[in-house]
């Protein structure tokens, strides 16, 4: 008889078991996949095409008076320096319409660059220099294989012309991919080859140091009350319960709550990281609270009677011995609040943080973007292009995340105690 | 059914004490918690420098009592006292006596070991911190080793006075709790079964040690051990239900107790 159900019983525990491995493998399968598919969409991302260009610096068309005066070099014809460096590499082009599609080889951030290189050493100017150029974002794509030359022409978004210069500079070795280092020092474009996510990165970093410092302490504070000195009554019972309802609100029922509170009332610039951080300190807060609370609890009662008993006061037994002991845990629900904040997207449409900012904010007052929104914007749009860079947008969000985690695991363990 | 029960009304034997030589005197004392009615109407004397004894079966509000003195009890919430409990004549649950005040004068050392998650010299240290007992280092570490000395724990531990308290034996753990509570001078020191976790020779120290503090700090102790109710203690009161029973010298309520129920209990029929 009792053979038969010891059976049965082990029978019971090796399905259960089998059934929690099997979750567990799946759900790490599905993990792979998807960073899988995220990093081969993305990591070409980090190359760009660039041609190169060996441009004279004529001072007859950068400074004509030679006074070198800032206003003057900033406003030269650049652009005109970079047409006349490619009719001189192809000099038998000549019809309008074959000249403009010449000058569609490079992006037009090549005169920029060429402005910021006088600028920072007018010297320069009157020599002949050599500069890698980034190159258009169809000749990237065509580069990188998303454009197949086997397509037909005519469904082609580089026509046979193009494709005939291409493989003459990259006969002569002039054309390449080097490291994107744009993608990382620049901030949004509409050009793809110009586009780069550090104004949305400083952005998220700006909230992220806004949420941090508002949630940790006022939810641990909230927590320490709520565990620790209030009373038990009716009305700390209905604070428990909205507390638990807030944190199963919609995010973007904060966004709305921030706009009409922050950007309304109090009148806070639209699109800054500060009201960005202060919607999601608005979210993070009941996740902190519960789970500081729950660290709270987990502190054994032995150790505030011990403080008590040698005539620590409330707030000394708090202080020196439980908070210590709940630290981790409350590090822990921090973590999870901040890693739901630092992917939060929906709030932060509701206050002007989805606009096309291209400048890096210097501040928390600045308009600026994060990532999950920079991701959502370039996942929109047409280009090609766009679409590796929404990956890699991506890649670098799961790095910061990582990153966030590994310090927070640092820094608990520091707190963590093994006696 | 307890055959008994309409017995128990005033305590019988010698609860109060002699004018003078009482160093807590307690005077209908009720403990409620909410509608329980855990203590009822214990009038009783505790002796300065010796050591009493609080036996009773389980439940019958021994910890509770014990509780009062230091007005532990206050942590709890649903719990309420009346009555009074003075200390050196003065009652402390009047409302400008200072709880944290009390609890350096009163100290506590539980059931359970609970040293803090903190170095040994930490555990004993931080009493003394908190009441700005010693000015400086020197001072502190010189409480600290007395406390530890008399605990009779310094030779076990001096050597490694920096490693965790918990990584202690139980017992030893126990005396640390002890070294922690003498370290802030109290003047009593209530004892909540200090030895039920521990072996009879953990035991036996602790009771040594108990003799020897005896000396200098008047201390209440619960035990469910009767013989270390008669080896420790100079007088026992005995708890049933929230009454106390009986109260007298050690000797007589071990020889010829007067209550039946006191007799049952320490004889064993009653459990
Ligand atoms: N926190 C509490 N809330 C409600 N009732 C309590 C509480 N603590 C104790 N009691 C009740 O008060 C009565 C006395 O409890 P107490 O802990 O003082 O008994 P005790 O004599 O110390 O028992 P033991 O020898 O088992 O430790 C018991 O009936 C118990 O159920
Ligand atoms: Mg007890």
Redesign the interface.
């Known amino acids: 008889m009792i053979k038969n159900r010891l059976k049965r019983r082990y029978l019971f525990e090796k399905i259960f078991r089998f059934m929690g491995l099997s979750a567990v493998v799946t759900a790490l399968a599905m993990l792979a996949i998807l960073f899988l598919t995220i990093i081969s969409n993305g990591y070409s991302a980090f190359k760009q095409t660039y041609i190169r260009l060996t441009v004279t610096l004529d001072e007859e068309v950068i400074d004509p008076d030679g006074a070198r005066n800032p206003d003057t070099l900033s406003s030269a014809n650049y652009s005109g320096i970079v047409k006349k460096t490619l009719r001189k590499i192809f000099p038998d082009v000549k019809s309008r319409r074959d000249k403009r599609e010449l000058y569609s080889l490079v992006s037009q951030g090549a005169s920029f660059q060429l402005r910021d290189i006088i600028m920072d050493n007018p010297d320069i100017i009157g020599e002949t220099v050599t500069i890698w150029v980034p190159a258009d974002d169809d000749i990237d794509m065509l580069f990188k294989g998303y454009i197949k030359r086997s397509t037909p022409e005519n469904e082609r978004r580089v026509s046979d012309k193009k494709i005939a210069w291409i493989d003459v500079l990259l006969n002569e070795g002039a054309i390449k991919k080097r490291f994107n280092s744009t993608f990382f020092t620049s901030g949004d474009s509409r050009e793809p080859e110009l586009a780069g996510i550090y104004g949305a990165l400083k952005g998220s970093i700006y909230t992220m140091i806004v949420t941090l410092l508002l949630s940790f302490p006022l939810g641990v504070a909230t927590a320490v009350y709520l565990e620790e000195f209030a ?2 009554n009716r009305f700390t019972d209905i604070i428990e319960v909205n507390i638990n309802n807030l944190a199963a609100v919609p995010s973007i029922v904060f966004g709305l709550l921030g706009l009409t509170i922050f950007l309304s009332f109090f009148g806070l610039p639209r699109s800054a990281p500060v009201v960005g951080g202060l919607v999601l300190t608005l979210m993070t807060l009941p996740t902190v609270i519960i789970a500081s609370r729950a660290a709270l609890k987990s502190v ?1 009662p ?12 409330k707030m ?1 037994s708090v202080l ?2 439980v908070l210590p ?1 709940a630290m981790p845990g409350m590090l822990t629900g921090t973590i999870i609040g901040m890693a739901r904040a630092l992917g939060e997207t929906a709030p932060l449409l509701m206050i002007g943080m989805v606009a096309f900012i291209v400048d890096i904010p210097k501040g928390f007052f600045d308009p600026s973007t994060v990532l999950p929104v920079q991701i959502y914007l370039w996942a929109d749009s047409p280009e090609r292009a766009f679409l590796e860079r929404t990956s890699a947008t991506i890649i670098v969000l799961l790095a910061f995340l990582i990153i966030m985690n590994a310090l927070a695991v640092v820094l608990r363990k520091k707190f963590e ?1 093994r ?1 | 059914m307890n055959p008994n029960f309409d017995d128990i009304g005033e305590t019988i034997g010698a609860p109060l004490l002699e004018n003078g030589s009482a160093k807590i005197n307690c005077n209908d004392v009720n403990v409620f918690y909410d509608d329980k009615h855990a203590i009822r109407k214990v009038s009783v004397d505790i002796g300065k420098n010796e050591v009493t004894a609080f036996i009773g079966p389980s439940g019958c509000g021994k910890s509770t009592f014990l509780r009062c003195i ?1 007005r ?1 009890n206050d ?1 709890i ?1 649903s719990c309420r006292v009346t009555g009074e409990v003075n200390i050196d004549n003065i009652n402390i649950y009047n409302n400008e006596l200072d709880v ?5 004068r009163v ?2 050392v ?1 059931q ?1 070991p ?5 170095s040994i010299y930490e555990n004993v240290a ?2 003394p911190k ?2 700005g007992l010693a000015q400086n280092k020197a001072e502190l570490d010189e409480i600290v080793y007395t406390s530890l000395e008399k605990a009779g724990l310094l030779e076990e531990v001096k050597d490694r006075i920096n490693q ?4 202690l034996s139980g017992g030893q753990q126990q005396r640390l ?1 002890i070294a ?2 003498i ?2 001078h109290p003047e009593v020191i209530l004892m909540d079964e200090p030895c039920s976790a521990l072996d009879p020779i953990a035991t036996a120290k602790i009771e040594e040690l108990i003799d020897e503090l005896k000396q200098n700090y008047t201390i209440i102790i619960v035990t469910h051990s009767m013989q270390q109710a008669a080896r420790v203690s100079q007088r026992t009161a005995f708890f049933h239900l929230g009454y106390l029973v009986e109260c007298d010298d050690t000797k007589r309520i071990f020889t010829t107790p007067d209550h039946k129920l006191t007799q049952d209990y320490i004889t064993g029929r009653y459990g």
């Not at chain 2, 944290?100 to 350096?104: G, I, M, S, Y």
């Open positions: 009373p038990v054994p032995s150790i505030r009677e011990a403080a008590l008993g040698v005539g620590a006061s000394q020196h011995h002991l105690r006696w | 230091n532990m942590t919430t944290v005040l009390l609890r350096a100290g506590m539980f359970k609970n040293p803090f998650p903190k931080y009493g908190i009441h965790p308290g918990t990584g709790c922690r509570a370290a802030v």
